[in-house]
């Protein structure tokens, strides 16, 4: 298969794309990294991404994240760019790339534990979250030619503990082999329309 | 109680205000009818009202809406109005009311059954829905002096079948003295980060 990931030299991203390499050609794409340049927060810019692949058979994304910070001082100005971003930006890459993806191809979108297991000062993240999974019920329900849907939920990963476990106190750590295992299950499985969880 | 009905005079929020005002004294505001204008799509217009009405005890919003139409046709455009409105327009409500709301007070937001079990092009209200969920749960762990917050739920309620029911084709009807229900229970109960669901 050829599989896109946006977002590919993230935490979870690359691992992915480590994973997939043997089987399948990978693309990776991201606003500074990666194969090819995508910024999701630009619907001009996902057009022109997929304008340059033509046609692949699973897109990925693991990009895009929403504002961490005190609630009581939080305003539109802080939310917005991860509502243009995670939430708006992965949603556009279904409604934009479904016109370039094969024949029983598959999406696969993050969300993340946040929907339904906020963290404090994690509000607007949560919110986002719960967004991409109705989005990807949704969808599922849309997409024509056997296109399949689903949102992988992350917990916090164990490689990203140095960096973001003091956000997440008491939060159990996702194995990365499960997360990266739970993208191979939508891309190369049968199921659509599922929030796969990665936590417990 | 001094409460707020924002979409006051709309098929749900007048049943909640008939119901509420032998006990309570309610205040409804719209964008275009009710004892207080205002349009939750604009920050400023929700500052404004709050800052006219100085301090309440309970906050509900019936009011709000998002695209429904084909999803492969659907683009940012169609979704910007209602993520604007329905959306960060009642998260705003919470974010800028709290600093308006009596201690022991309360919100009552209103996502919807798409959030789950989304009808057939309507991908956008879904994914609007499933952020109100997240952002509740999430804000109910947030706000300070004992506010509470909840969602309703609804399905189609009987009194929109004429209007709205061939979007919901097989949809149950949910009874509105139900769903009237499940907005007391979150302004004069207990309950708080709850979503009432008012669907089977």
Do not use: W
Not at 111 to 117: F, P, R
Not at 139 to 161: C, T, W, Y
Request: with cysteine.
């Amino acid at each position: 298969m050829k599989i896109l990931i946006v977002g590919g030299s993230g935490t979870i991203g690359r691992k992915i794309a480590a994973a997939l390499k043997a089987k399948h050609e990978v693309i990776t794409a991201g606003r500074n990294s990666g194969d090819m340049t995508v910024d999701i927060s630009d619907k001009n810019s996902i057009v022109k991404m997929f304008e340059e692949l033509k046609q692949i058979d699973a897109c990925v994304c693991t990009a895009g994240t929403g504002f961490y910070g005190d609630y009581h001082t939080m305003t539109e100005e802080d939310l917005m760019p991860g509502i243009k971003g995670k939430m708006l930006g992965q949603m556009n890459l279904v409604l934009i790339g479904k016109r370039f993806i094969s024949k029983e191809g598959s999406f696969t979108l993050t969300s993340g534990i946040a929907a339904e297991q906020p963290a404090k000062n994690g509000t607007a993240v949560a919110t986002i979250n719960g967004a991409i999974n109705s989005f990807v019920l949704a969808s599922a329900q849309e997409l024509k030619n056997d296109v399949r849907i689903n949102a992988v939920s992350p917990g916090l990963v164990e490689d990203s503990f140095e960096k973001y476990g003091n956000l997440f106190p008491g939060y159990n750590l996702a194995p990365m082999k499960k997360v990266v295992n739970a993208y191979i299950l939508s891309i190369e499985g049968a199921v659509n329309g599922k929030i796969l969880k990665v936590y417990s």
